[in-house]
């Protein structure tokens, strides 16, 4: 019953560097997003994906780039990491784009990442 | 432009008190309201509400809508120190945009 599996926990990148957050969910869901958390500003949708082979943009996509080549994994690269994208990270997933499903999102545990 | 907007920011009661949350919106195509709990880590789903004036019940927890005043409301009654969480509120129209939170702490 492992539901959306984010790797990793914790991470601390050099300006510059690059990483790649993983994320897998193993209930067959269709959408799939990632979401960052600032301190006292909500949760920002960065990318999300409608299927294998699809995704597309949300609020803030800058500076990250995703992919989905399988229904079950939709990792978010960083390219060139920038102190600004010091955030926790979440990943989460539906079985439809408007909730009908009546349960909401599935969200993963977060990846604290600290860029210094 | 979009927005959900929680209050307050942060709350502190003593177990047994009773709380209410608020969360306000404005969007277009609002399909549906949403309430997480966020502890440590992930949130968790609470209550999705779609029709005014239906109240949705959880234990102690219960949240209503209003479309026309265009707010929802969480409340716990007979609080417990594991009520104190983050609460998060996030409306779905095209997209979720979630509120920035009400930190809640229960003392003992």
């Known amino acids: 019953n492992a539901g959306v599996t984010q790797t990793p926990k914790f991470r601390i990148l050099k300006i510059g560097q690059s990483m790649t957050l993983q994320c897998a969910q193993d209930m067959n869901h269709n959408y799939m997003y990632w979401y960052r958390q600032d301190p006292g500003m909500g949760l920002k949708l960065i990318y999300y994906?409608?299927?294998?082979?699809?995704?597309d943009k949300g609020e803030v996509p800058n500076g990250y780039n995703v992919s989905r080549s399988t229904t079950e994994d939709f990792p978010l690269r960083l390219e060139l990491a920038a102190p600004s994208q010091t955030s926790v990270y979440f990943c989460?997933?539906?079985?439809?784009?408007?909730?009908?499903?009546?349960?909401?999102?599935?969200f993963g545990s977060g990846t604290r990442l600290t860029v210094v | 432009e979009d927005k959900v907007v929680q209050s307050p920011l942060s709350l502190v009661v003593h177990e047994g008190d009773t709380v209410t949350l608020n969360c306000s919106y404005e969007?277009?195509?609002?399909?549906?309201l949403l309430w997480y709990k966020q502890e440590k880590k992930a949130p968790t789903f609470l209550f999705m509400l779609t029709s005014s004036g239906i109240e949705k019940k959880s234990g102690r927890l219960s949240s209503i809508l209003d479309k026309k005043e265009l707010f929802s409301i969480l409340n716990i009654t007979a609080t417990q120190t594991g009520d104190s969480a983050v609460y998060l509120c996030?409306?779905?129209?095209?997209?979720?945009?979630f509120g920035a939170g009400t930190r809640l702490t229960v003392k003992p």
């Open positions: 996030a409306v779905h129209n095209n997209d979720m945009r």
């Open positions: 989460a997933s539906s079985l439809d784009r408007t909730g009908a499903d009546n349960y909401g999102y599935t």
């Open positions: 969007v277009t195509n609002f399909r549906s």
């Open positions: 994906s409608v299927g294998a082979g699809i995704t």
